[in-house]
């Protein structure tokens, strides 16, 4: 059973910026594509991010392209997300997912392991 733990979100003003942090535990950290999704009320789970096993493949939405990094550390077990430039429609809870067998990076079903999200707000 892996365990995946966000943090980092919080209030910002537009235009500033975080980083969200999800630390896994009970797997192999290395095996796993990792991706961060977001949903906003009344809306469907939106693929943001997502990081190869090796940390040197990484693919994004096009709604967040030049404004978020994905990244990931091997040995600390933990990926992150830099989210620059926030806009208020970046506003949405962020969850962390892994997938020991993912070919379709971007497709919520391809995961199997969440975390329990991190509010991100950005006020205008």
């Known amino acids: 059973q892996v365990q995946l733990v966000e943090s980092g979100g919080g209030f910002v003003q537009a235009g500033g910026s975080l980083r969200l942090s999800c630390a896994a535990s009970g797997g192999t950290f290395s095996s796993y594509v990792m991706g961060w999704f977001r949903q906003a009320p009344g809306k469907e789970r939106e693929f943001v991010s997502a990081?190869?096993?090796?940390?040197?493949?990484?693919v994004y939405a096009d709604s967040v392209k030049g404004r978020f990094t994905i990244s990931r550390n091997s040995a600390k077990n933990t990926v992150y997300l830099q989210m620059n430039s926030l806009k208020p429609e970046d506003t949405a809870i962020y969850y962390c997912?892994?997938?020991?067998?993912?070919?379709?990076?971007?497709?919520?079903?391809?995961?199997?392991?969440w975390g329990q999200g991190t509010q991100v707000t950005v006020s205008s």
């Open positions: 997912a892994a997938d020991r067998y993912s070919s379709n990076w971007s497709k919520v079903d391809e995961y199997d392991y």
């Open positions: 990081i190869g096993r090796s940390g040197r493949s990484t």
